[in-house]
């Protein structure tokens, strides 16, 4: 019987294979097309008329393979299930994880890609193995990014989909929209941004997009009881304890909805009628005062190792944690709610266990805050395990990756929310736009500015998308002249050497690119035109963002330890500006043809006044006539100030009705 088991004629072997086919994962070497005047990927160099090609130990092979299917999220707003990749843009994560582990990215040890010439100096890598930089014919006969596989690493087998949709990637054979961008080489994946279906079919405006941010959890901690002794001064000593003063209470998602609308994923800046202009490191150091130089966070772990490692968190079984009493607190991949994890950390005494609860709800709360409204990502607890090594991380580079990667999916035409750190996001735009600043109080000069800020409540609903209309039209008529280039002062990012870093920033599986020198007047330097960005190794960012996806290399990490060799020099790209909105004068011309800098068509006939912003306004008249009444100390006068009060709230009721278009009642 042992025999005849162990014998395999070659009729047997027919047969067996007729019944059971062998499954051959199909792969197809793509056809890499060059199209005259439209280079497909670029290569960021340093210094002029020089290549800067990284070398490291590990290259990846540049050919491009792949299959027909790639891992997607069941549902439909780019926000993954809670697990190894649990939230909007982390599609992306997820497809990032399993190609890191299953090798589905295709990129392997071997040389470096050949060189293109660009003109004016500039070089681009061509035959790389990656959607940016291999193209092929699509089912409408336009060249379209070729796609790769992504096959589920850690043994679960998500809901596949083809990749058909190629609109997303604009090439010079692609039909262009009235607004630009008329040549595509800077933000090819405009074919499915929210800006393109603003500018061709305004009646599909999606409007102001849900917020996630967890100002609840935030006071939890801020009354948060010790159980251990030591544990709080363990805290403090990590430099992240402040944040729980940090995070706004209020957003205005109207106006982080007008911002995210001028966020192109491609450069991860924001561009606007005067240029590009972005979130950096020293807006990190200054805006939330966390390290953002250090190690980087680019740890990575299977959906299994992070449920077992969120186990001996809490010292329960992998089974006990969807099982008892921790039943409507656990989820069987190993996500947690933010309170049974408080809970559980002062429940069981241990300084070193309470302390890695608690920061594991503060980050996930105001750093890495994700779409579930009230679960952790595991991904954070990679980071807390050791808590001898708290403070050599780079968080701020972490938590500028991930909220690089939450605008990036934001920008989808078919997402409808935003996560990530919301309060860095708002009050960047209070440090540099004047416009939209609410009031401010005063503070020391080491003390985090997000602190500083008021954040008002406003109304939502109709009067939220009325702001937000407001917001596209002032900002489409926004001027360098009407930024503050250096909230910080002129050297403000002098001690901040690690944001003038040129290559990918990580957060464990999100990786994005940052490059300073799209931004140079963020540093007082005259903006000159930029060089092509540095692309992934793979990317598909569909109109849907329920696949979006983003994967580099891991020999990337190496990138940012180098930290001479990728520093941008500021005097030798540029000159030191004279007035704060400088640029070369050919930038603009450069930009308009390469952007998309409107989100509404220009109205025929007289230019249009800039419309007024009902807190500004109010502001200004609360100011004017509630303070003389304030000042008044002489009793005798209270009935008369009183009269004058209840004129002015009058008057504040009837101007706010005339700003948002209704009549006086």
């Given at each position: 019987?042992?025999?005849?088991a162990?014998r ?6 027919k047969?067996n294979e ?6 051959v ?6 056809d ?74 295709d ?15 500039k070089?681009?890598?061509v ?11 699509g ?23 083809t ?6 990637f604009?090439?010079a ?26 500018w061709?079919s305004p009646?599909?405006?999606?409007g102001?997009?849900?917020g ?27 430099g992240?304890?402040h944040?729980?003063g ?8 109207a106006?982080?909805s ?25 807006d990190v ?5 966390i390290?953002?130089?250090g190690e ?8 299994d ?11 329960l ?10 039943k ?22 241990i ?19 994700d ?5 952790l ?19 701020g580079?972490?938590a500028?990756a991930?909220?690089?990667?939450q605008l990036?999916?934001?920008t ?8 990530g750190?919301?309060?860095?996001l ?5 440090e ?12 020391s ?11 008002p409540?406003?109304?939502g ?5 009325q ?5 596209r ?25 690690r ?5 990918p ?44 996806i ?7 990490n ?8 990728r ?7 540029s ?9 070369v ?5 450069w ?16 230019p249009?006044?800039?419309?007024l ?32 009060l209840y004129?002015?709230v ?16």
């Open positions: 019987m042992e025999d005849r162990c395999l004629t070659a009729t047997g072997r047969e007729e019944k059971n086919p062998p499954k994962r199909r792969k197809k070497k793509a890499v097309v060059r199209p005259d005047g439209h280079p497909t990927v670029g290569q960021l160099s340093l210094s002029r008329g020089t290549t800067s090609t990284p070398t490291p130990d590990i290259a990846p092979v540049w050919q491009a393979n792949w299959s027909d299917s790639i891992d997607e999220d069941d549902d439909d707003d780019g926000d993954a299930e809670v697990g190894n990749a649990p939230d909007a843009g982390d599609a992306a994560g997820d497809a990032a994880v399993d190609d890191a582990v299953d090798g589905a990215g990129a392997e040890a071997g040389d470096a890609p050949p060189q293109a010439d660009l003109g004016v100096g070089t681009a890598r035959g790389v193995s990656s959607t940016a930089s291999s193209h092929f014919r089912p409408d006969g336009r060249y379209a990014s070729r796609p790769s596989s992504e096959d589920g690493g850690d043994g679960n087998r998500k809901r596949k989909t990749r058909k949709d190629m609109s997303w604009l090439t054979e692609s039909p262009m929209c009235s607004g630009g961008p008329v040549i595509p080489d800077v933000i090819p994946s405009f074919g499915g941004h929210i800006g393109l279906v603003l061709n009646e599909q405006d999606r102001v997009l849900d996630f941010h967890r100002p609840r959890a935030v006071e939890t901690l801020r009354r948060y009881k010790w159980s251990t002794e030591g544990s709080k001064e363990m805290v403090e000593a990590t992240l304890s944040l729980t940090c995070m706004m209470q209020h957003l205005d998602m106006l982080l007008a911002f995210v609308e001028r966020w192109q994923p491609d450069t991860n800046t924001f561009h606007m009628p005067f240029g590009e202009i972005s979130i950096l490191l020293h150091h200054h805006i939330l005062r390290p953002v130089d980087l966070m680019g740890d990575e772990a299977s959906q190792t992070l449920k077992s490692d969120m186990g001996g968190l809490v010292r079984s992998v089974d006990a944690q969807v099982g008892g009493k921790w409507s607190k656990w989820y069987d991949n190993g996500a947690m709610h933010a309170e049974g994890l408080l809970v559980r950390g002062g429940e069981l005494k300084k070193e266990m309470e302390v890695q609860c608690y920061l594991f709800v503060l980050l996930g709360s105001t750093l890495f805050v779409k579930s409204r009230d679960r990502r595991p991904a954070i607890n990679l980071f807390l395990k050791d808590h001898r090594l708290l403070t050599d991380y780079a968080w580079a972490g500028l991930y909220l690089y990667r990036g999916v934001a989808r035409a078919g997402s409808k929310g935003l996560c750190c919301l309060t860095l708002q009050v960047w735009i209070y540099y736009f004047p416009l939209f600043r609410p009031s401010q109080l005063p503070q000069p080491d003390a985090p500015r997000a602190s500083s800020w008021i954040s409540r406003l109304p609903g109709d009067e939220a998308r702001r937000l209309a407001r917001y039209q002032l900002l489409d008529e926004l001027s360098a002249d009407d930024v503050t280039w250096t909230p910080y002062g002129r050297d403000g990012h002098t001690d901040i050497p944001s003038l870093y040129t290559g920033i990580r957060f464990s599986y999100i990786a994005e690119g940052y490059d300073p020198a799209r931004c140079l007047r963020q540093f007082g330097y005259r903006q000159i035109i930029p060089r092509a960005m540095t692309v992934p190794h793979d990317q598909y960012r569909p109109a849907s963002g329920s696949s979006y983003v994967f580099w290399d891991p020999w990337v190496q990138l940012w330890d180098n930290v001479a060799a520093r941008l020099d500021l005097d030798f790209a000159r030191s500006c004279e007035q704060p909105s400088e640029i004068e050919e930038y603009i011309d930009f308009l043809t390469r952007s998309h800098p409107r989100i509404t068509h220009p109205t025929d006939g007289e249009q006044p800039r419309p912003l009902v807190h500004q306004v109010l502001r200004e008249q609360i100011v004017d006539r509630l303070g003389p009444v304030l000042l008044t100390r002489d009793r005798s006068k209270w009935e008369e100030d009183g009269g004058k004129d002015m009058a008057g504040v009721f009837e101007l706010y009705d005339q700003l948002v278009g209704q009549p006086p009642q």
